[in-house]
């Protein structure tokens, strides 16, 4: 009886040593690593910009995502609907609120203070499929008083949650500015 006591009670020890290094050693399905990012902006006319990212996935990401394009004080993302086919373009923009609780934690992160205006964003998912997926919209600001752009940045937000352990990740890229004259 005593031995056979100690064998379950060194089965139940063994099964839950499994299951809690399973459970620290968990990783999410799409790593930062496999996301690239790169955008620039320019503008095309005295209050709009047009911006155009490029988004490399190398894994298929089966997870929740979006992408966020964060540019202060600008929004109102508007997508050609004349583009040729190398540019792919969301069927819908908006948000969701715990990605967008995401963006905003990494923003506070940074020390950006988001409690103001600067606080609700627009995104965008892409497809789950691996490859490059090229995007271009327009910008306009958001109130009478943006006259600049500040630090525009890319976010790439990835939610996913594996045995209630969170594996959420956030990875963020800058624009590039081009600066042309308008005529």
Do not use: C
Request: aromatic residues 10%.
């Amino acid at each position: 009886m005593r031995k056979r006591t100690i064998f379950w009670i060194t089965g139940i020890a063994i099964v839950v040593v499994v299951i809690l290094l399973t459970y620290n050693n968990l990783v999410p399905s799409l790593k930062e690593q496999n996301v690239s990012m790169k955008g620039t902006i320019r503008q095309v006319d005295t209050d709009k910009f047009e911006v155009d990212m490029q988004i490399t996935r190398t894994r298929e990401d089966n997870g929740i995502h979006m992408v966020y394009p964060v540019i202060f004080g600008w929004g109102n993302l508007s997508f050609n609907e004349e583009l040729n086919d190398s540019y792919f373009r969301p069927s819908s923009v908006g948000t969701s609120g715990e990605l967008e609780q995401l963006v905003q934690q990494a923003l506070q992160d940074e020390g950006i203070n988001t409690s103001n205006v600067n606080g609700h964003f627009a995104g965008f998912s892409i497809p789950d499929e691996a490859g490059t997926y090229r995007v271009r919209f327009s910008i306009s600001p958001l109130s009478e008083n943006v006259h600049s752009l500040d630090d525009p940045k890319i976010y790439y937000v990835h939610q996913e949650k594996v045995l209630g352990k969170n594996l959420n990740w956030v990875k963020k890229e800058r624009m590039v500015m081009i600066k042309e004259n308008l005529e």
